[in-house]
């Protein structure tokens, strides 16, 4: 059952210039991104810093307005989308779908205690009873492994590890059934993030949790996800599911990416594929294929006529002109 389908996503923010502030362009951050997720799935948004991964999650979760595309949640057999929604509308659903952020710090009132930051919640929601409320804290302190005499210390008392801990208890709090997790464990010491990787995979599996990870660490995301999506300068170029797409990827950007993932034996020998030029501005991207620039496969069609997401079988999709005709060269690695 999908839980989650987005449907030719764009975000585009706007570009003015000179006294009068005339709009003279715009950033298309996000340019027609469709994918689902379903219930218990855990389906991974990746690419490279400024390729829009982010700004399509926070869009998901209407903190930004999108420019248009559906964003269409089902919750108890009724589907909804909330791309039009004004503020007012969309508390009702906000219960349903939290988000765990980057940094665990810049997430947390420093002058709040941690029974109240994860109680507050609760009492937006209506859980006006004080001792409901500690009762469910310390619940949920209890399923994120820490202890209860935590309720009353402040943010900066607690490691990163914690402190993200803290963060997803919160998101727990309103029993939500979508958990965007924007790079959660990016900024925490490696040791630590195995924790956290682990702590989400139980309560993925306790809860029946759906998972949007945005990451762009390709190891972590072998790890935690069903299904990956690569984002290349605010388009979908591929979708499959994760061992199809570490194994046999069709898109060369998905085959570049792969290529720098270090290898953990140090004597493998490892060919780096290394892209020529720059990532593209993306408020003047190329005409045709986005990513034609620096692609060593590109022809004069790539040049001008932009691809679809192209459905190579077994739920794997490839926005590129040539995706079956480099699938039968056998470009990228061998089953």
Do not use: W
């Not at 630590?192 to 660490?217: C, E, K, M, P, T």
């Amino acid at each position: 059952m999908t839980i989650l389908d987005v449907k030719n996503l764009k975000k585009y923010f706007p570009i003015h210039k000179g006294l009068l502030r005339k709009l003279v362009g715009h950033v298309k951050a996000v340019d027609d991104v469709s994918f689902s997720v379903a219930r218990g799935e855990t389906l991974a948004l990746v690419g490279e810093s400024g390729c829009g991964k982010t700004t399509a999650s926070r869009c998901i979760m209407r903190a930004l307005q999108p420019s248009s595309g559906e964003i269409n949640i089902t919750i108890d057999g009724k589907t909804t989308d909330l791309a039009p929604l004004q503020k007012a509308e969309l508390k009702p659903f906000r219960r349903h779908m939290q988000m765990v952020f980057q940094d665990p710090f810049s997430s947390l009132n420093p002058r709040m205690m941690v029974g109240d930051l994860i109680a507050e919640p609760l009492l937006i929601n209506g859980m006006d009873n004080e001792s409901e409320r500690r009762a469910r804290v310390r619940e949920l302190l209890d399923l994120v492994s820490l202890p209860t005499a935590y309720m009353n210390r402040f943010p900066h008392a607690f490691s990163g590890g914690q402190r993200q801990r803290i963060g997803i208890a919160r998101a727990l709090a309103l029993n939500p059934s979508l958990i965007v997790a924007d790079e959660p464990v990016s900024a925490l010491d490696v040791s630590v993030q195995a924790q956290i990787i682990n702590l989400l995979l139980d309560l993925q599996d306790r809860l029946g949790l759906s998972y949007l990870f945005v990451a762009h660490d390709l190891s972590v995301v072998k790890h935690v996800s069903d299904r990956v999506a690569v984002m290349y300068l605010g388009q979908l170029v591929e979708i499959a599911p994760t061992e199809a797409l570490f194994v046999t990827p069709r898109h060369p950007y998905t085959e570049a990416l792969l290529s720098a993932v270090p290898k953990p034996d140090p004597r493998a020998r490892q060919e780096r594929i290394i892209l020529s030029r720059e990532v593209a501005d993306a408020a003047n991207p190329p005409s045709g294929c986005a990513f034609h620039p620096r692609c060593s496969f590109a022809t004069d069609q790539c040049k001008s006529e932009r691809p679809h997401l192209q459905d190579l079988g077994q739920g794997h999709q490839v926005r590129c002109h040539h995706a079956r005709t480099l699938a039968l060269q056998g470009v990228g690695p061998s089953v």
